[in-house]
T-cell receptor, first 114, second 112 residues
């Protein structure tokens, strides 16, 4: 079945550092890929998405590129802020059909220190 | 627009007791999902509804879990009897047909 693997955390960075959170996936067909963020005490929020190979999703300074050849969707940000501290989840939707269930990775906790 | 509403936010019960969670999706959203998020793990789908019909319940432990969505709007998820391993956050999400969904804040269940 489909699966998502992300780097284990916590990832601890200083403010303004460069962030990479690795995500790789296994899927049949052509999934859509997502990054969700969960801030302390809040629900899951969609951060960005990409629906086909080579698409780049971006939002709030974060970006990720759908790499079919390496089955990856790594999350990057050039300069993190303390307010980016949260848990980040990579996810996929089988066959890219909007409204299909999501398969999530285990999450990566990011802690940004001033 | 109002988001997905869930209640209660927190619940503590003893093992073998029963518990129910409630979800009110965004108005007009035909698709509703229940996910289970165990501490330190990503959410896992339990059941997906389209209006009041079940689309996928293959990962729902049907010997103890049940869910319904009467009238295709609100939904309840029940656990009876609860086990220690059911301690988790139960997330509800909803979406328009063919669109990506929104999540509620979840109900944190602790079974002692």
């Amino acid at each position: 079945g489909d699966s998502v693997t992300q780097m284990e955390g916590p990832v601890t960075l200083s403010e303004e550092a460069f962030l990479t959170i690795n995500c790789t996936y296994t899927a049949t067909g052509y999934p859509s890929l997502f990054w969700y963020v969960q801030y302390p005490g809040e629900g899951l929020q969609l951060l960005l998405k990409a629906t086909k190979a080579d698409d780049k999703g971006s939002n709030k300074g974060f970006e990720a590129t759908y790499r079919k050849e390496t089955t990856s969707f790594h999350l990057e940000k050039g300069s993190v802020q303390v307010s980016d501290s949260a848990v980040y989840f990579c996810a996929l939707s089988e066959n890219g059909y909007a409204g299909n269930m999501l398969t999530f990775g285990g999450g990566t906790r990011l802690m940004v220190k001033p | 627009e109002a988001g997905v509403a869930q209640s209660p936010r927190y619940k503590i019960i003893e093992k073998r007791q029963s518990v129910a969670f409630w979800c009110n999706p965004i108005s007009g959203h035909a698709t509703l999902y229940w996910y289970q998020q165990i501490l330190g793990q990503g959410p896992k789908l339990l059941i997906q509804f389209q209006n009041n019909g079940v689309v996928d319940d293959s990962q729902l432990p049907k010997d103890r879990f049940s869910a319904e969505r009467l009238k295709g709007v609100d939904s309840t998820l029940k656990i009876q009897p609860a086990k220690l391993e059911d301690s988790a956050v139960y997330l509800c999400a909803s979406s328009l047909a063919g669109r990506w969904g929104s999540f509620g804040q979840g109900t944190r269940l602790t079974v002692v």
